[in-house]
């Protein structure tokens, strides 16, 4: 049995607006939460980890489609692990682990985009891919198979 999972319904972005001083690294920050979504197939559910003050990293687990996510948050100064979405696909044979970390309260999230679609032909859609965009400038990924399928997952501050 393969299970799949829908994007996020919310992607909580972290932005700042004063420039940082000379030689100083900027900090970014705010508690303003932008809720988008959901997306994704008829199977698996859709799923929010309710708006934290920021994101510290992001671990996936892909292969030809997305397996699990999970987001490990800011509340407060202190880190929050959010809840396992995906997984139980069935095997480890070919699944790849993906982590991305971020220099919170440094750097933030900016952007999220991916692909989805069926990964057989008449098969359900689920999500193929995702990328993610940060503050600094820097892509993470694709995590998973980017080929095929519309983009139809994106969002961006």
Not at 140 to 156: D, I, K, L, M, W
Request: hydrophobic content about 30%; proline content about 5%.
């Amino acid at each position: 049995m393969v299970r799949r999972i829908k994007c996020p319904e919310s992607l909580v972005h972290m932005l700042q607006l004063q420039q940082p001083a000379h030689n100083q690294r900027k900090m970014v920050a705010s508690s303003r939460a932008i809720k988008v979504g959901p997306w994704g197939g008829a199977a698996g559910s859709a799923w929010d980890d309710g708006a934290h003050r920021g994101v510290r990293s992001i671990t996936v687990t892909y292969w030809q489609y997305l397996e699990s996510l999970t987001v490990e948050y800011d509340m407060n100064g202190q880190a929050v692990v959010g809840e396992k979405h995906g997984g139980g696909g069935g095997g480890t044979s070919g699944i790849h682990v993906g982590e991305i970390k971020l220099d919170y309260p440094y750097e933030s999230l900016t952007g999220v985009g991916g692909r989805y679609g069926p990964v057989t032909y008449g098969g359900s859609p689920v999500v193929r891919s995702l990328t993610f965009r940060t503050s600094r400038g820097t892509v993470h990924g694709p995590f998973g198979n980017a080929a095929g399928g519309p983009e139809g997952c994106r969002s961006s501050t």
